[in-house]
């Protein structure tokens, strides 16, 4: 258990050393107001606590990426374990943190916003578009998903259909909601389960000395899929998510403080990798390797792989907790999923969301596009996904990487990761049915070199923008709190 125990210990260490890194470079404004008081309207925009917002946020990034994505990744072998570390720490935590800080020095907005100030205003419709269809992909993934896990918990004596149905009522209820009258008084509780759940599945493993295997380079996939770019796209919320980029946002609006910052985005992220190795780590020990793995996957899916894994370690009784607190986490992010789409749109379109007949207007034409989303397969769901998810990322990575610039800081931090993560996703869809089907080494090239010409075209808009002075926070200075 040395690289399991050895990546958990790293990636709290990565909490303390380089967040704090992170958190310099961006240079925190502890008196500067937030978005929370200057914006407040008492729906979207409102104080909260850290602990309340830090776990609003774990629960609102997690999903079933941590879990459901290092399962599938564990077919890979230990190799997976270094990926969420490293990824975690250098890549995921960065991208969640600047998203977050970026959004509050600007009125709390939404990536396609902040992609059309800093990347210009194609990309504003571009990223509006995409991050659109991509909370979609999630809440419908996120609905699927829940809604498999507990009828396999009741053993069908309630119908699919039924657990779907009461899954969209919640969540339409969710996002029409002010934000502290569901999310804000529920998270905390499933945020509790949550952990419990996961530390439970951790301490069976070390009690029964799960034979966890050690750090090697090999690829273990029963089907010699390849390692890049297929681990960087199938372990992403674990890993890096830019899913996130459309979450942080609306904690970025219940924020009270800058300095919050590195334990709500960084942090939290931090908390998901953490739960992707706990998961990763259960996947490769118990099943008689990838081979066994493999076959449980095809057969039963991921769900499966999660019902024996947390009965196998916990019995009946705690497996069945362990059960509920996965099936908490998609549901977590699917209501979320929604209420971030219902705000991207209302910004987009100058739509005011104070009156529910409003939010009602935007949420019902969401609602119905993803219950006609629930028809298609999940693993066909799950591949578009990915690369919209991961493709995501590179978008708010690139956005973190000019704010930076033009603020004459440290934007490598971003940049480096934003650009693996490029070639990973450019590579993907080159190479994957779900897109070109290029032979791979044809895809690697064309994956270069439209790398390299987006990354020269990054330079060039980036030394622009620097000139042009362009704003890099909303002017608050007009701005008094009510007594």
């Given at each position: 258990m040395y690289t399991f125990l050895a990546g958990i210990l790293l990636l709290i260490i990565g909490y303390f050393t380089y967040g704090k890194i992170v958190e310099k470079i961006f240079g925190v404004k502890e008196e500067r107001d937030t978005p929370a008081y200057t914006s407040s309207d008492g729906v979207d925009y409102m104080p909260m606590s850290t602990p309340r917002n830090s776990l609003i946020q774990l629960l609102n990034i997690a999903g079933v990426g941590p879990i459901f994505g290092p399962i599938m990744g564990a077919l890979y072998g230990p190799v997976?374990?270094?990926?969420?570390?490293?990824?975690?720490?250098?890549?995921?935590?960065?991208?969640?943190?600047?998203?977050?800080?970026?959004?509050?020095?600007?009125?709390?907005?939404?990536?396609?916003?902040l992609a059309g100030k800093f990347l210009g205003r194609f990309m504003k419709h571009v990223v509006n578009g995409f991050a659109v269809l991509l909370l979609l992909?999630?809440?419908?993934?996120?609905?699927?998903?829940?809604?498999?896990?507990?009828?396999?918990?009741?053993?069908?004596?309630?119908?699919?259909?039924?657990?779907?149905?009461?899954?969209?009522?919640?969540?339409?209820?969710?996002?029409?909601?002010?934000?502290?009258?569901?999310?804000?008084?529920?998270?905390?509780?499933?945020g509790a389960l949550l952990v419990i759940s996961a530390i439970g599945v951790a301490v069976g493993m070390i009690v029964t000395g799960a034979p966890i295997p050690e750090l090697t380079l090999a690829n273990f996939h029963p089907d010699n899929a390849p390692i890049f770019p297929l681990l960087f796209l199938t372990i992403s919320c674990g890993a890096i998510s830019g899913f996130h980029a459309t979450q942080t946002p609306i904690i970025s609006r219940t924020t009270k403080g800058e300095k919050q910052g590195r334990k709500i985005f960084y942090g939290m992220m931090i908390a998901e990798g953490i739960i992707a190795m706990i998961w990763a780590a259960a996947?490769?020990?118990?099943?008689?390797?990838?081979?066994?793995?493999?076959?449980?996957?095809?057969?039963?899916?991921?769900?499966?792989v999660v019902s024996e894994a947390s009965t196998l370690m916990l019995g009946a009784i705690g497996g069945t907790l362990a059960v509920l607190g996965v099936i908490i986490l998609p549901i977590t992010s699917g209501d979320t999923a929604f209420r971030s789409a219902r705000m991207i749109i209302a910004d987009y379109i100058r739509f005011p969301q104070?009156?529910?007949?409003?939010?009602?207007?935007?949420?019902?034409?969401?609602?119905?596009?993803?219950?006609?989303?629930?028809?298609?397969?999940?693993n066909l769901l799950w591949r578009y996904f990915?690369?919209?998810?991961?493709?995501?990322?590179?978008?708010?990575?690139?956005?973190?990487?000019?704010?930076?610039?033009?603020?004459?800081?440290?934007y490598w931090i971003a940049l480096i990761p934003g650009t693996f993560m490029l070639m990973a996703t450019m590579t993907y869809i080159l190479n994957a049915p779900i897109g070109f089907r290029l032979p791979m080494n044809i895809s690697y090239i064309?994956?270069?070199?439209?790398?390299?010409?987006?990354?020269?075209?990054?330079?060039?808009?980036?030394?622009?923008?620097?000139?042009?002075?362009?704003?890099?926070?909303e002017d608050i200075t007009n701005w008094k709190k009510s007594a």
């Open positions: 997976a374990f270094i990926w969420i570390v490293v990824g975690c720490i250098f890549a995921g935590a960065v991208h969640d943190y600047l998203t977050g800080m970026i959004s509050i020095r600007n009125r709390g907005a939404h990536l396609p916003e992909l999630v809440a419908t993934v996120f609905v699927t998903a829940p809604a498999d896990l507990l009828y396999n918990l009741m053993n069908g004596w309630v119908a699919l259909a039924y657990i779907i149905g009461a899954i969209f009522v919640y969540y339409l209820l969710a996002t029409l909601l002010p934000i502290d009258k569901i999310i804000g008084r529920v998270y905390p509780i499933f996947a490769m020990s118990l099943f008689d390797g990838p081979v066994g793995l493999n076959e449980l996957l095809n057969n039963g899916g991921t769900a499966a104070k009156k529910i007949m409003n939010r009602l207007w935007i949420a019902l034409p969401l609602f119905a596009i993803s219950i006609a989303l629930t028809q298609i397969d999940f990915s690369w919209a998810n991961q493709s995501t990322a590179v978008i708010a990575l690139f956005v973190g990487s000019m704010y930076l610039f033009i603020a004459k800081k440290n064309g994956a270069t070199i439209i790398t390299i010409a987006l990354v020269i075209t990054f330079f060039l808009a980036a030394v622009k923008a620097r000139r042009n002075n362009i704003p890099l926070e």
